[in-house]
Antibody, heavy 119, light 107 residues
């Protein structure tokens, strides 16, 4: 089955860090760029970041709100993309989704992982 | 940053009616616009990309149109499962941006 599964969320104190994972299966993970999107409780979707495939240099793009605090990486041998989230703020609370970029459209999404930042 | 403004915020319609949702960009995004549907507690689902191309498995009652700054998502005849929140996304420029969403609710 073609799918993405996020993990790594949880309850964390402000200022701490987490590493979120996005595991792909059923397709050649390394062929695809990946994007991350988050959603605060009761709010809309917010794009977070994007990592290109290795053949495109695995370069990254970030939203201004997370640049310098969040970092994307990938391990294609394990079919996993990572979102390292540092210096967490209360406003980073939400569900984090990863999505596959299939030639400029995000056609496959994971179920999301919840990050709660609270003291 | 390109701002996407969706209207209306809420659309109250009955099953079988036609829904017309708007997404306006603060500057041209050419045809690099997508539409997503989100049901409560679920991940977004791609409906339309490149302004007018239906994603795999999306019913023909969903259609997208527009280019430049003005875009429309039309649902020709609402089915019960279509009552949800809809978002547009531009990928013309970094950073990518979403619209604020339109909730289609049962009247």
């Amino acid at each position: 089955e073609v799918q993405l599964v996020e993990s790594g969320g949880g309850l964390v104190q402000p200022g701490r860090s987490l590493r979120l994972s996005c595991a792909g299966s059923g397709f050649t993970f390394g062929d695809y760029a990946m994007t991350w999107v988050r959603q605060a409780p009761g709010k809309g979707l917010e794009w977070v970041g994007f990592i290109r495939s290795k053949t495109s240099g695995a370069t990254t793009e970030y939203a201004a709100s997370v640049k310098g605090r969040f970092s994307l990486s990938r391990d294609d041998s394990k079919s996993i993309a990572y979102l390292q989230v540092n210096s967490l703020k209360v406003e980073d609370t939400g569900v984090y989704y990863c999505s596959r970029d299939n030639i400029d459209h995000f056609d496959l999404w994971g179920q999301g992982t919840l990050v709660t930042v609270s003291s | 940053e390109i701002v996407l403004t969706q209207s209306p915020a809420t659309l109250s319609l009955s099953p079988g009616e036609r829904a017309t949702l708007s997404c306006r960009a603060s500057q041209s995004v050419s045809s690099y616009l997508a539409w997503f549907q989100q049901q409560p507690g679920q991940a977004p689902r791609l409906l339309i990309y490149d302004a007018s191309i239906r994603a795999t498995g999306i019913p023909a009652r969903f259609s997208g149109s527009g280019s430049g700054t003005d875009f429309t998502l039309t649902i020709s005849s609402l089915e019960p499962e279509d009552f949800a929140v809809y978002y547009c996304l531009q990928r013309s420029n970094w950073p990518l941006t979403f619209g604020g969403g339109t909730k289609v609710e049962i009247k």
